[in-house]
């Protein structure tokens, strides 16, 4: 560990890490494996440390108590950092990505659509396109195998239409191909993170070219929305969804162009933040689920006893106990944000450490999730770690996919209940299983199976 100097005689403690000598070696790892580059920095130096890379210095917090000192108890000194700031150019001002003032308004705007109450009047949408989804899989018995990635994010973006805009997203067109709009978009967010924003966007590199194709689409895509819902102007759907509710304030603004714009921004924010998660989630848990048949045998006999041979409901969230737990461990191991980066506004000390104004931060849920301190053989897919006999002694801050403080998922709830009710329902009637080798990871803004997931169907029993 490094000890510098500070004002007036004080000792201010720089985190340990990696040699100036180290740079090209980081760089490649930036660039293709990213979680590697994390996950050996959190084993070799501990729970903090700083990663220098050319110009730029980054600090890796990897103890619950960095994570809450960032997240939450010193919040206000933090925004949105690397990755997310290049997301920017394409989702806007947002909710993921805004601050200050524009974002407590926004949020304060947007989060009751996603109350409890209003979640809990939504199960039946979401068990119906979990149902279609079902049904679309049995068709698939005996056939080749179905790439599971591209199935999760049309059931994603699907019940985000119906739940958040009450609109239906597959008239739009294939829905997948508006998630491959999203893929294309993050993947040159991601382009522009690991490049350190080095490279011109006007240059015509195909991804770029992509990106910029990808954009076009999903402004056309909020447009239709938008359009659609001022043909049902005369219809009681006011203050009913998020689209509504955003409309309605967008219109008070003295600036149309302003105030189309961000309309835009919340949208986008809103259909990449809600599907690409939670399709993650739902792709990690069938490959999971996949490898680990006496896991898929509890899931059956929990999903036919509960619920049978009809539709889940709200209250059958809390009986489906251990399919909660499953989906839990899924996120755990593979955290679909997997990266929290923020900017330091001004100079901090965090779990002991100095920081300096400026710098870039780091929590990383895939690191912490994996921590040896609060988690036992962490490469082990166990969800029994999830029993609440299992977690009172657990720190809050060493499980952080929802992240933490005031920046913490708007659409937990949500999400949560889409994943427990897809995975019941296809566990108790199909059996799936890999077609393909072990998946890899890839860390893009959210944590993706490399190259899709393809599974070939069959009976349960
Ligand atoms: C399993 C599913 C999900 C996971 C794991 C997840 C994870 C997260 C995480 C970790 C953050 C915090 C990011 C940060 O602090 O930098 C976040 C923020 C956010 N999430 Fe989710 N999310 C999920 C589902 C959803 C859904 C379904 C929606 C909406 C439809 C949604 C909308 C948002 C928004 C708008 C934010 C920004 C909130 C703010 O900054 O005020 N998420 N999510």
């Not at 200050?100 to 199960?123: D, M, N, S, V």
């Not at 921590?371 to 720190?395: G, I, K, S």
Request: charged share 25%; hydrophobic share 40%.
């Amino acid at each position: 560990m490094t000890v510098v100097a500070g004002p007036a005689g004080r000792t201010r403690r720089v985190p340990p890490g990696p040699p100036r000598t180290a740079t090209f070696r980081l760089l490649r790892e930036l660039f293709t494996d990213r979680l590697s580059l994390l996950s050996s920095a959190a084993s070799r130096y501990g729970d903090a440390a700083r990663i220098a890379i050319g110009p730029k210095a980054l600090y890796l917090f990897n103890s619950p108590e960095g994570a809450k000192h960032v997240l939450a108890d010193n919040s206000s000194n933090y925004h949105k950092g690397i990755g997310l700031v290049e997301a920017k150019k394409v989702i806007g001002d947002g909710l993921l990505t805004s601050e200050g003032e524009l974002w407590r308004t926004q949020r304060k705007l947007i989060q009751p659509a996603f109350q409890h109450k209003r979640i809990a009047a939504q199960a039946g949408v979401v068990a119906a396109e979990a149902g279609q989804l079902v049904d679309r899989l049995r068709n698939r018995i005996g056939a080749g195998p179905v790439d599971m990635t591209h199935e999760m994010t049309g059931l994603t973006l699907g019940v985000l239409g119906r739940t958040l805009l009450d609109s239906d997203l597959g008239d739009l067109g294939d829905l997948g191909s508006i998630g491959h709009a999203f893929e294309s978009v993050q993947d040159q967010a991601m382009f522009e993170a690991v490049t350190l924003s080095l490279v011109p966007s006007w240059l015509p590199l195909p991804m770029q070219r992509r990106s910029r194709k990808a954009n076009a689409e999903l402004r056309d895509v909020v447009n239709t929305l938008v359009a659609r819902r001022a043909e049902r102007a005369g219809e009681d759907v006011a203050g009913a969804d998020v689209l509504s509710r955003l409309i309605e304030s967008t219109r008070r603004e003295s600036d149309p162009a302003v105030g189309a714009k961000r309309l835009r921004d919340e949208l986008v924010t809103l259909l990449l933040a809600g599907h690409e998660t939670t399709a993650s989630t739902l792709s990690w848990a069938l490959y999971l689920v996949g490898r680990h048949p006496e896991v898929a045998a509890r899931l059956r006999e929990e999903a036919a006893t509960v619920l049978g041979d009809r539709p889940p409901e709200f209250a059958d969230l809390r009986r489906l106990s251990y399919t909660g737990m499953v989906v839990q461990e899924v996120m755990r191991m593979y955290p679909p944000v997997w990266l929290l980066p923020r900017i330091a506004l001004a100079e901090d000390e965090v779990a002991g450490f100095h920081v300096p104004a400026g710098s870039d931060v780091v929590v990383c849920p895939y690191t912490m999730h994996r921590h040896p301190d609060f988690w036992h053989r962490p490469e082990l897919f166990d969800p029994d770690r999830f029993h609440p006999d299992h977690t009172a002694d657990r720190p809050r801050y060493a499980y952080i996919p929802f992240g933490g403080g005031p920046r913490f998922c708007v659409g937990s709830n949500l999400g949560t209940m889409e994943a427990v009710f897809t995975l019941a329902m296809i566990s108790r009637e199909l059996r799936l299983r890999g077609a393909a080798g072990p998946a890899v990871a890839e860390p893009m803004l959210s944590l993706r199976v490399r190259g899709g997931l393809p599974m070939t169907v069959h009976p349960a029993h």
